[in-house]
């Protein structure tokens, strides 16, 4: 009976910790959010709203790379007045910090899969350019008969170092995500 009584006190810790953890992330969710997207000539454009907070400002210059997935899927009405997915695409953005050279980058992927790289010497250009990106889109995407568009960023906290995936589980500073953003395709756009 004792190890029951031990498993309900840690189970109740850890839905504490996961609760007061999703309610931080929803108070913090402000500070990384779209504030606009739009498909024109080929490409997506997206602009953030990006305030990072301390303990990922002090991860990045301390050589954690931050691993971003940017889903955008086309959706169109589907059985029952549900929307279904007809096309989707994904792109990945790492920053990094490197010490020795004192650069900062921007690169698409991340380092298992190397991609254009864009390089900076101060940090908040490098979190500018995050915040304003120009994205190719596959013709299959352009070509699907969307209805709307639903874009996603999240920071893919698997990819930090194995040391710190566990705290990021639990710490909200590490859970960054804008959440769903919607918005009406226009005709001719998509």
Same mark, same amino acid.
């Given at each position: 009976m004792h190890n029951?009584k031990?498993?309900i006190s840690v189970?109740?810790? *850890?839905?504490?910790? /996961?609760?007061?953890?999703?309610c931080a992330?929803?108070?913090g969710?402000? $500070?990384?959010?779209?504030?606009? #997207?739009?498909?024109?000539d080929g #490409? &997506?454009s997206?602009? /953030?709203?990006? =305030? %990072? @907070?301390?303990?990922?400002l002090?991860g990045l210059?301390?050589g954690? %790379?931050?691993?971003?997935?940017i889903d955008?899927? #086309?959706q169109a009405?589907g /059985?029952?007045g549900r929307? !279904?997915?007809v096309a989707?695409?994904?792109w990945r953005?790492?920053? !990094?910090?490197? %010490?020795l050279?004192?650069?900062y =980058?921007l690169r698409?992927?991340? +380092?298992?899969? !190397?991609?254009p790289?864009?390089?900076? +010497?101060?940090?908040?250009?490098v979190?500018?350019?995050?915040a304003? &990106?120009r994205? %190719? &889109?596959?013709?299959a995407?352009?070509a699907?008969?969307a209805q709307?568009?639903?874009?996603r *960023?999240d920071l ?7 040391a &710190?995936?566990?705290? #990021? /589980?639990?710490?909200a @500073?590490? $859970?960054?995500?804008?959440? @769903?953003?919607?918005w =009406?395709?226009?005709s001719?756009?998509?």
């Amino acid at each position: 009976m004792h190890n029951w009584k031990k498993s309900i006190s840690v189970f109740c810790c *850890i839905a504490s910790a /996961l609760a007061s953890s999703a309610c931080a992330w929803r108070a913090g969710d402000a $500070h990384f959010a779209v504030r606009d #997207a739009a498909i024109a000539d080929g #490409a &997506l454009s997206v602009r /953030l709203d990006w =305030q %990072p @907070n301390e303990a990922l400002l002090d991860g990045l210059d301390h050589g954690i %790379p931050l691993v971003f997935d940017i889903d955008l899927s #086309a959706q169109a009405p589907g /059985l029952l007045g549900r929307e !279904r997915t007809v096309a989707a695409q994904r792109w990945r953005r790492e920053l !990094r910090y490197f %010490p020795l050279t004192r650069q900062y =980058q921007l690169r698409e992927g991340n +380092s298992a899969r !190397r991609g254009p790289v864009r390089s900076y +010497s101060v940090r908040a250009l490098v979190i500018a350019a995050l915040a304003d &990106l120009r994205l %190719p &889109l596959d013709p299959a995407l352009l070509a699907a008969p969307a209805q709307r568009y639903v874009l996603r *960023i999240d920071l893919d906290r698997d990819a930090l170092p194995g040391a &710190l995936r566990l705290p #990021a /589980l639990f710490d909200a @500073n590490w $859970h960054l995500s804008t959440g @769903n953003h919607t918005w =009406q395709a226009r005709s001719g756009a998509g």
